[in-house]
Antibody, heavy 119, light 110 residues
């Protein structure tokens, strides 16, 4: 059974870059069975897809975030990461990593990590 | 505002069948699969329906999904207190080239 665990800073200053890692266990991120993605949820609000990466390394980003987002994979560590630049208060959210057999859904999720943006 | 439209709330008793709707367009629901997630308070979402009407292993058969044209529905037959949660529909949008979510529906079991 796949297990995902997010890690990263809980507090980021405005204009700085958020870096999060999703550690994967119970399966290989280089497996051709899965796509890997990031989703966020502002406090009290709904879910927002940020983007994803395929087992071939192809990346897919939400258009409104594309200029600020980078998703990459480290097969040696069996983890994938999210970098989001120029953070503002609007980026404060619980960030989840997830995986599914296709890019358009997630059947395994991490527990989520809360990111606050404040000076 | 979400591209997929859901009612903000729904309610029902354990003896009823509760339905949550999700309305989209030809670029998303009309041409792609619909997925449904359940999110209990303080926890990560869990997939309860995939590819319009399939149930993942471990999801009770009281959950069912359907799709017609540019709309989809999640039905819960005989909801239990543990089904009180937020429910989100989702689909790929070909025009946006993105996964899109509905705004979520809060289910109350009376």
């Amino acid at each position: 059974q796949l297990q995902l665990q997010e890690s990263g800073p809980g507090l980021v200053k405005p204009s700085e870059t958020l870096s999060l890692i999703c550690a994967v266990s119970g399966g290989s991120i280089s497996s051709n069975l899965y796509y890997w993605g990031w989703i966020r949820q502002p406090p009290g609000k709904g879910l927002e897809w940020i983007g994803g990466i395929s087992y071939t390394g192809n990346t897919y980003y939400k258009s409104s975030l594309k200029s600020r987002v980078t998703i990459s994979a480290d097969t040696s560590k069996n983890e994938f990461s999210l970098k989001l630049t120029s953070m503002t208060a609007a980026d404060a959210a619980v960030y989840y990593c997830g995986t599914g057999q296709h890019l358009d859904y997630f059947d395994y999720w991490g527990q989520g990590t809360l990111v606050t943006v404040s000076a | 505002q979400s591209v997929l439209t859901q009612p903000p709330s729904a309610s029902g008793t354990p003896g009823q069948r509760v339905t949550i709707s999700c309305s989209g367009s030809s670029s998303n629901i009309g041409t792609n699969y619909v997925y449904w997630y359940r999110q209990l308070p303080g926890t990560a979402p869990r997939l309860v329906i995939y590819r319009n009407n399939e149930r993942p292993s471990g999801v009770p058969d009281r959950f069912s999904g359907s799709k017609s044209g540019t709309s989809a529905s999640l039905a819960i037959s005989g909801p239990r207190s543990e089904d009180e949660a937020d429910y989100y529909c989702a689909a790929w949008d070909g025009s946006l080239s993105a996964v899109i979510f509905g705004g979520g529906t809060k289910l109350t079991v009376l």
